[in-house]
T-cell receptor, first 115, second 111 residues
Framework: DTGVSQDPRHKITKRGQNVTFRCDPISEHNRLYWYRQTLGQGPEFLTYFQNEAQLEKSRLLSDRFSAERPKGSFSTLEIQRTEQGDSAMYLC?????????????FGPGTRLTVL | GEDVEQSLFLSVREGDSSVINCTYTDSSSTYLYWYKQEPGAGLQLLTYIFSNMDMKQDQRLTVLLNKKDKHLSLRIADTQTGDSAIYFCAEESGGYQKVTFGTGTKLQVIP
């Protein structure tokens, strides 16, 4: 399978714990995005990488959230001291710079439940 | 800021046409997209339209863009039960390929 993959698919944690999610983009894609989707809403942009550089962060991304893409390939999203309001689906997408439509290919998401 | 709005629900009979509407606020949007999300599946790009176009047709899908009114629509001809899903309108803006999604329209196709 050469699509975007995310791990884990589901995560249940207790409030106050730290969690880390991983995203593996399509191999030749240099752009990577993180989104958050809550029930009944569309995905909300969190952050964007071009290669290893994090070029934009949403104000939704509080200090408890950090994302990295150390080698310009896979990315991790860490949430520290989780809160119940962090419960959501976290989506990763990738795209290839230079394509006319800048299509973003989405992974299946990681569903986080904070108890 | 960017804001994309859609109606929440649409029900149609199999074989009829479906029209899903969307309004957006960012006049500098370069691309406007329609994504489809099926239960348990990831988001799938259905089609897109460049902001200097007013219509695009792709098989059963027709996208109409009224840039003056910032209104986008997706028409699905001969709607099938397999078209039942949530459809998201989205705009690209901000100069860094940020995509802002609407809240989604749930399309129910009645056999």
């Amino acid at each position: 399978d050469t699509g975007v993959s995310q791990d884990p698919r589901h995560k249940i944690t207790k409030r106050g714990q730290n969690v880390t999610f991983r995203c593996d983009p399509i191999s030749e894609h240099n752009r990577l995005y993180w989104y958050r989707q809550t029930l009944g809403q569309g995905p909300e942009f969190l952050t964007y990488f071009q290669n290893e550089a994090q070029l934009e962060k949403s104000r939704l991304l509080s200090d408890r959230f950090s994302a990295e893409r150390p080698k310009g390939s896979f990315s991790t999203l860490e949430i520290q001291r989780t809160e119940q309001g962090d419960s959501a689906m976290y989506l990763c997408a990738s795209s290839l710079q230079g394509l006319a439509d800048n299509e973003q290919f989405f992974g299946p998401g990681t569903r986080l439940t904070v108890l | 800021g960017e804001d994309v709005e859609q109606s929440l629900f649409l029900s149609v009979r199999e074989g009829d046409s479906s029209v899903i509407n969307c309004t957006y606020t960012d006049s500098s949007s370069t691309y406007l997209y329609w994504y489809k999300q099926e239960p348990g599946a990831g988001l799938q790009l259905l089609t897109y339209i460049f902001s200097n176009m007013d219509m695009k047709q792709d098989q059963r899908l027709t996208v109409l863009l009224n840039k003056k009114d910032k209104h986008l629509s997706l028409r699905i001809a001969d709607t099938q039960t397999g078209d039942s899903a949530i459809y998201f309108c989205a705009e690209e803006s901000g100069g860094y390929q940020k995509v802002t999604f609407g809240t989604g329209t749930k399309l129910q196709v009645i056999p």
